[in-house]
């Protein structure tokens, strides 16, 4: 099955922008829905954003007009531009497919930090 790896965290400040890469290491065009996920410390891992194959895409409401995603199928690879960053928003983050959420399948992820 496709493997997937997250790349383009770091520390950043409050306010500040980062754009997180998923490359995967095959074809993704056939794929659906590919989903940002996160983890931040201490809690539950929950769904950030997505992107379906025509391009249609969704946000969690605490992201929405801060968050974009975007896919490029040449490149196997799928996008998080990430602006405005907050506190809140320090987390880990995974990118995913319905496959892997199927086997609870997770990649190393890419950590993410805001300061205040």
């Known amino acids: 099955q496709v493997q997937l790896v997250e790349s383009g965290g770091g520390l950043v400040q409050a306010g500040g922008s980062l754009r997180l890469s998923c490359i995967a290491s095959?074809?993704?065009?056939?794929?659906?829905?590919i989903y940002w996920y996160r983890r931040p410390p201490g809690k539950l891992r929950e769904s950030v954003a997505y992107?379906?194959?025509?391009?249609?895409?969704d946000f969690v409401e605490s992201v929405k007009g801060r968050f974009s995603i975007s896919r490029d199928n040449a490149k196997n690879a799928v996008y998080l531009q990430m602006n405005n960053l907050k506190p809140e928003d320090t987390a880990i983050y995974y990118c995913?497919?319905?496959?892997?959420?199927?086997?609870?399948?997770w990649g190393q992820g890419t950590q993410v930090t805001v300061t205040s």
């Open positions: 992107i379906k194959d025509g391009g249609d895409t």
């Open positions: 095959e074809d993704i065009s056939s794929i659906a829905m």
């Open positions: 995913t497919t319905p496959w892997h959420l199927g086997f609870n399948t």
